[in-house]
């Protein structure tokens, strides 16, 4: 989000800066089928928020966050509701972690036409697997995380 001088917020949607390099940057690009954990750092403490995964680049799934604004709040979802929200209201310094799950992309061949790349399942794997170990860990799952097939 941007703020302005004078505090008045000039658009809702979470703008992504200061990548780690050119790797980083390349993942959240190009990588179809990625995990990731969004993190928001509150008194020098950096606590998990979200763990997911997105069939999409990250950058085209973070289309889908901005959908999150009060505006959109009978047809956006809830998660994405709460991670833009929080972001808007907070102004809290959040996090992004990308875990790359792009190898081996699915491509069929029907017909003689050929489909784009889809992410393999892996992405989907990573984030069970993650949302587990900290549900074992914490007792609860992440604050922003509401798959109902998780338990804790």
Same mark, same amino acid.
């Given at each position: 989000? $941007?703020?302005?001088?004078?505090?008045? #917020?000039?658009?809702?949607? %979470?703008?992504?800066?200061?990548f780690n390099g050119d790797i980083e940057k390349t993942i959240f690009d190009e990588s179809a089928g990625v995990s990731y954990i969004f993190t928001c750092v509150l008194d020098d403490k950096e606590? $998990? %928020?979200?763990?997911?995964?997105? #069939?999409?680049? !990250?950058?085209?799934?973070?289309?889908?966050?901005?959908?999150?604004?009060?505006?959109?709040? #009978?047809?956006?979802?809830?998660?994405?509701?709460?991670?833009?929200?929080?972001?808007?209201?907070? #102004?809290?310094?959040?996090?992004?972690?990308?875990?790359?799950?792009?190898?081996?992309?699915? $491509?069929?061949?029907?017909?003689?036409?050929?489909?784009?790349?889809?992410?393999?399942? @892996?992405?989907?794997?990573?984030?069970? $697997?993650?949302? @587990?170990? !900290?549900?074992? =860990?914490?007792?609860? @799952?992440?604050?922003?995380?509401? =798959?109902?097939?998780?338990?804790?």
């Amino acid at each position: 989000m $941007i703020i302005l001088s004078n505090d008045k #917020r000039k658009n809702e949607k %979470i703008v992504p800066f200061a990548f780690n390099g050119d790797i980083e940057k390349t993942i959240f690009d190009e990588s179809a089928g990625v995990s990731y954990i969004f993190t928001c750092v509150l008194d020098d403490k950096e606590y $998990i %928020i979200k763990i997911g995964s997105s #069939r999409k680049t !990250f950058k085209d799934g973070l289309q889908s966050y901005n959908c999150g604004y009060l505006y959109n709040w #009978r047809t956006a979802s809830t998660t994405n509701i709460k991670i833009l929200q929080s972001m808007v209201t907070t #102004r809290a310094l959040f996090k992004l972690y990308l875990y790359d799950c792009s190898d081996n992309p699915y $491509i069929f061949d029907w017909c003689g036409v050929t489909s784009v790349p889809f992410a393999n399942p @892996k992405a989907l794997a990573v984030e069970d $697997i993650m949302i @587990k170990k !900290f549900i074992e =860990q914490f007792g609860h @799952k992440p604050l922003a995380n509401v =798959q109902a097939d998780a338990e804790g």
